[in-house]
């Protein structure tokens, strides 16, 4: 993971939760007591974010020995300890929180990931996340994404054309819209298009667009758009898509199924760090 990106997200969590000083480890704990301790997964879950729990240590001290002993993408089970920790008491006393905060949430991510990933197997479908993730956490939440075994949609509006609604209405329609990008853009980026019905899947493929968004379309319109769309263009599907909802979805043929709840709706995973 870059550190260029990372340490700045780490070092605004510490100085959120440091502030001025530990006053409590400050008052109860000797000047150069030294301790161990041990991460402990309180329940089973898909693992991630160990690289970044390491380096909210190393950032505080970088003497702190941190000895991974199992590795993101993996399977955890209730038990399981996944890191020993070595140094500084107050340091690891004051790292604590940032690294549990980070590590449960980015396991919780991977973990509800695996799970939309699981119920697709065996078709030719890939998950895919969204934009919709925690301000300031993008970078953590989407690498939870991909140690979940799905993929990344665009990062941000930087680095990918998604023409939506909003976008059509103010230039006047698909077709125009499409063509200002194919204008504007370098060839390097794909141009896709959101689209609610299949006139509209026709306007896309019309005017050159490279990927349609088919927009909470039910299973039927969705195969009927697949088909339509042919090898003219990548398909997505988006809008509607759960647990319960996502097989059926991916078995209508459709390229990418991208998923909102996997950074916007997860549950933080229960982990502890013990002194030894």
Do not use: C
Not at 120 to 133: H, M, Q, S
Not at 153 to 173: P, Q, S, T, W
Not at 243 to 256: N, P, W
């Amino acid at each position: 993971m870059d550190l260029f990106l990372l340490d700045p997200i780490l070092r605004n969590a510490l100085a959120e939760d440091i502030g001025t000083g530990d006053v409590t480890t400050a008052a109860t704990i000797e000047a150069g007591s030294m301790a161990g301790a041990e991460l402990v997964a309180k329940e089973d879950f898909v693992l991630a974010g160990m690289p970044v729990a390491q380096r909210v240590f190393h950032l505080l001290d970088a003497n702190i020995a941190f000895e991974s002993l199992l590795q993101d993408g993996q399977t955890v089970k209730r038990g399981d300890v996944l890191a020993w920790l070595k140094g500084s008491s107050a340091v690891l006393l004051q790292g604590e929180r940032v690294a549990l905060n980070l590590l449960q949430r980015l396991s919780g991510v991977a973990t509800l990931t695996r799970r939309f990933v699981d119920e697709i197997a065996g078709t030719n479908a890939t998950i895919v996340d969204t934009r919709k993730t925690t301000p300031g956490l993008r970078l953590l939440e989407k690498y939870a994404v991909r140690m979940g075994g799905a993929g990344n949609h665009r990062m941000a509006l930087y680095d990918g054309v998604l023409i939506k609604e909003n976008h059509v209405v103010a230039a006047g329609g698909i077709a125009s819209a499409v063509e200002r990008a194919k204008r504007s853009v370098p060839h390097t980026l794909k141009i896709e298009v959101e689209v609610r019905d299949l006139d509209e899947v026709r306007q896309a493929l019309d005017a050159g667009a490279d990927i349609l968004l088919l927009d909470n379309m039910n299973t039927s319109q969705l195969r009927a758009a697949v088909e339509l769309v042919g090898d003219r263009a990548e398909t997505e599907a988006s809008g509607g898509v759960n647990l319960e909802t996502v097989r059926e979805i991916a078995e209508t043929g459709v390229k990418l199924i991208s998923v909102g709840a996997l950074t916007h709706s997860y549950r933080s995973v229960d982990i502890s760090m013990l002194f030894t």
